[in-house]
C-alpha cells in the first residue's frame, strides 16, 4: 500500500476522540510508573537473583514507557498539571495491594499474571481501535511499550512456572492472583471501560504502607551467604595477573547491591521531578547490567560464582540512611571518585592490556562509559536530594565513604580470621 504511507484502515472512525484518549494514557502512565517503584521496592526484598535482573531491567522499561506516555498526554489539549495525579481510587488501590507481595512467587504473579497481561490485551485493543492517521503517535509509542510486554512476559511465566515447581511455596499464589484481579475489575480494568459499581473495594493487605528491609536479600538455597566482606573466587589462580582479573570479575558481579541501593533511593525518595526517577530507573538498570557483567565473565571461565558468598554491604551499610545521603555515597563518593585516575580508565586498560581478556575488557570499556554518566547523575540530583551546593555534597560524600569504608574493612578483618582459622 503506497497511499497514506502505508497506514492502514485511513477511512476508519476511531473509538478514541482526544479527551478520552488522554484519559486511557493517563491511566497507562500511572499503571508504570507504579509499577517502577513497586519494582524498585522489592529489588532488595526478593530472594531469586533471576528475578531481580529483571526486576531492575523491567522498571527500568517502565519508566520509559511513563516517560513518553508523558509526553503525549500533554500533547492531547492536557496540562501537565495532570501527570502527578492518581486518576482511579481503585487503580491505585490494586497498586497498593500489588507491592504487598510477601514473596517472589506472588510479585511474579501479580505483575506477570495479573497486570501486565492485562496492559498488553488494552494496548492491542488500543492499537486495533483507534483513528490510524490522527493517533498515529500513540500507535508508534504503543508498539514499542508491546513489545517489550510481550518480551517481560514470555520470561515471567518461565519464572512463574520456575517458582511453582520449586517445591519452596505452600501456597501457589492462587489467592493472591484472585484478590488482585477483582481490584483490577472494581477500576474498570486497565483503562476503566469495563463495568464498575459505586462499592469500592476494602483493603487486604495494604492497610501499613510496605517498608524496605534494612538487610538485601540472597536465596539461601542457592547462593552463599550476604557478607559485607569481598571474597572473590573460591580458588585464586597462581597467576597474579589472572588472580587481579578474576578479582574485577567479582566486583562486577557484585553491583546487584548498589543496584538495591539506588532502588531504595527511587522508592523511598519522594516529591521529585519525574525526571529524577526516570534517571535513576536507567541507573539503577546500568547497575543491574554491570553485575551481568561480572556474571558472563565468570561463567564464561567457569567459575561457580552463586555459591561464593555474596557482597551486600553497598545496600546493608547504607539502607539507615536518608535518600540524599544513599545516592551522594554512591554517585559522588564512588562514582565521580572513579572517574580519577587509575580508577575506571585503569580497569579497562588492564583487562585490555595486561590481562588480555577480550570480555571483560568490553564489559570495562562500557562500565566505564557508564559510570561517568552516573557521575553527571549525582551532580545533577544529589544538590536537589540534600538541599546545598555540590561541593557541601561533597563532604557529605566523603564522611559517608570514611564511615562505609570502617565497617567493610572490619568485616573482611573477621573474613580473613575465620579463613585463616579454618585452614
Not at 545521603?325 to 572517574?339: C, R, V
Not at 553527571?376 to 557529605?396: A, M, Q, S, Y
Request: aromatic fraction near 8%; charged fraction near 25%.
Amino acid at each position: 500500500m503506497l497511499s497514506y504511507a502505508g497506514i492502514k484502515n485511513p477511512y476508519a472512525i476511531g473509538t478514541y476522540g482526544v479527551e478520552k484518549n488522554a484519559k486511557a494514557l493517563q491511566r497507562y502512565r500511572f499503571i508504570h510508573e507504579s509499577l517502577l517503584r513497586i519494582a524498585a521496592g522489592h529489588l532488595p526484598a526478593r530472594e531469586n537473583w533471576d528475578l531481580k535482573v529483571a526486576l531492575g531491567k523491567h522498571l527500568y522499561e517502565d519508566a520509559e514507557a511513563a516517560d513518553r506516555l508523558r509526553v503525549r498526554i500533554t500533547e492531547l489539549r492536557t496540562s501537565s498539571a495532570v501527570l502527578n495525579h492518581e486518576p482511579d481510587a481503585a487503580l491505585s488501590l490494586l497498586m497498593e495491594e500489588l507491592i504487598q507481595a510477601r514473596n517472589d512467587l506472588e510479585l511474579a504473579i501479580g505483575i506477570y499474571e495479573v497486570v501486565k497481561p492485562a496492559l498488553l490485551q488494552v494496548y492491542r485493543n488500543h492499537l486495533a481501535t483507534t483513528q490510524q492517521i490522527v493517533d498515529q503517535p500513540t500507535i508508534r509509542l504503543l508498539r514499542t511499550v508491546v513489545l517489550d510486554l510481550e518480551e517481560q512476559l514470555a520470561w515471567g511465566q518461565e519464572m512463574i512456572g520456575h517458582l511453582q515447581s520449586s517445591g519452596i511455596y505452600d501456597d501457589q499464589g492462587g489467592e493472591f492472583k484472585a484478590r488482585l484481579t477483582g481490584f483490577l475489575q472494581a477500576a474498570g480494568g486497565i483503562d476503566g471501560s469495563q463495568p464498575k459499581t459505586a462499592a469500592l473495594p476494602h483493603r487486604w493487605r495494604s492497610q501499613q504502607p510496605y517498608t524496605l528491609p534494612l538487610r538485601s536479600v540472597r536465596d539461601p538455597r542457592n547462593m552463599g551467604p550476604a557478607t559485607w566482606a569481598r571474597t572473590s573466587v573460591a580458588v585464586a589462580p597462581d597467576d597474579p595477573v589472572r588472580q587481579k582479573l578474576f578479582d574485577k570479575m567479582r566486583v562486577r558481579q557484585e553491583e546487584m547491591t548498589a543496584a538495591e541501593l539506588i532502588a531504595a533511593v527511587l522508592f523511598s525518595q519522594k516529591n521529585m521531578p519525574w525526571e529524577f526517577y526516570r534517571d535513576l530507573a536507567r541507573h539503577l538498570w546500568d547497575e543491574v547490567r554491570h553485575a551481568l557483567f561480572g556474571q558472563a565473565a565468570l561463567e564464561s571461565e567457569g567459575v561457580d560464582w552463586m555459591s561464593r558468598p555474596q557482597y551486600t554491604s553497598d545496600y546493608d551499610v547504607n539502607a539507615p540512611k536518608i535518600p540524599g545521603a544513599q545516592y551522594a555515597w554512591l554517585s559522588i563518593g564512588i562514582e565521580e571518585g572513579a572517574m580519577k585516575r587509575p580508577g575506571k580508565a585503569g580497569e579497562y586498560e588492564f583487562c585490555r592490556d595486561e590481562a588480555k581478556h577480550p570480555l571483560m575488557a568490553q564489559f570495562q570499556d562500557y562500565d566505564w562509559a557508564d559510570e561517568v554518566v552516573h557521575a553527571n547523575l549525582g551532580r545533577k540530583w544529589t544538590t536537589d536530594l540534600i538541599g546545598e551546593d555540590i561541593g557541601f555534597v561533597r563532604e557529605i560524600a566523603k564522611q559517608e565513604l570514611d564511615h562505609f569504608w570502617k565497617e567493610v574493612r572490619e568485616a573482611e578483618r573477621q573474613w580473613k580470621e575465620r579463613e585463616e582459622s579454618i585452614s
